[in-house]
């Protein structure tokens, strides 16, 4: 018992390191106003004079659109920033616009964030099962690629009753899928998505 008790204590504090700086209840609250209209949107963040990852990004499999805008927390200590990643636009009809997606901290690098982003649809249009990611603004901040942060270890609690000494930790290795992420569509940027033609 004690040792399957240290195992669990150990496992627990590698998890406990990649503990993300923002957090979400375990469901979405109710949508925020100000995102039925996208004129309302644009001027809104082309008023604030938008950071790197401010702005309006389309996830170009499914057309989805979501708004990212700083949020200003008086809870937080002066010069502390976050972000909120808002529906503007779902694949899914039953997600209203206005409904928060994620919570997003920026990281000590510039163009990396620190991400909560809820990846599934509940009951009552709410979104729901939080996963901590990280965020990487690529092509000049025109991408924004999405890695889901997992534990470097997990644990088999299977493996330990016939053995007890065989690993019971294994390693989680990256499996090669292709990066999920958004393409900005405003403010413009630099480098556009796709090239134009004249």
């Not at 009951?123 to 991408?143: D, I, N, P, Q, V």
């Not at 999920?180 to 403010?187: A, R, S, T, V």
Request: a positive charge; one cysteine or more; glycine letters at 6%.
């Amino acid at each position: 018992m004690r040792i399957i008790l240290s195992a669990l204590l150990s496992v627990w504090a590698c998890c406990a390191c990649a503990l993300p700086p923002v957090s979400l209840p375990k469901e979405s609250p109710a949508p925020l106003e100000g995102y039925a209209e996208v004129k309302d949107i644009r001027s809104r963040i082309a008023e604030l004079g938008p950071h790197r990852i401010e702005g309006i990004w389309q996830f170009p499999n499914t057309g989805a659109t979501v708004a990212i805008e700083r949020v200003s927390d008086r809870a937080q200590l002066p010069g502390a920033t976050a972000y909120d990643m808002v529906v503007v636009r779902s694949e899914n009809r039953t997600i209203p616009p206005g409904t928060i997606m994620g919570k997003i901290a920026p990281s000590a690098k510039s163009d990396v964030f620190d991400a909560m982003i809820y990846s599934s649809a509940g009951r009552k249009a709410r979104l729901t099962a939080a996963k901590h990611f990280t965020l990487t603004l690529g092509e000049g901040g025109s991408r924004l690629v999405f890695k889901r942060v997992k534990s470097k270890y997990s644990f088999n609690f299977w493996r330990m009753l016939p053995y007890m000494f065989r690993y019971a930790v294994r390693r989680n290795d990256n499996t090669g899928e292709a990066p999920l992420g958004c393409i900005k569509i405003f403010p413009e940027p630099e480098i556009p998505a796709e090239p134009r033609y004249l």
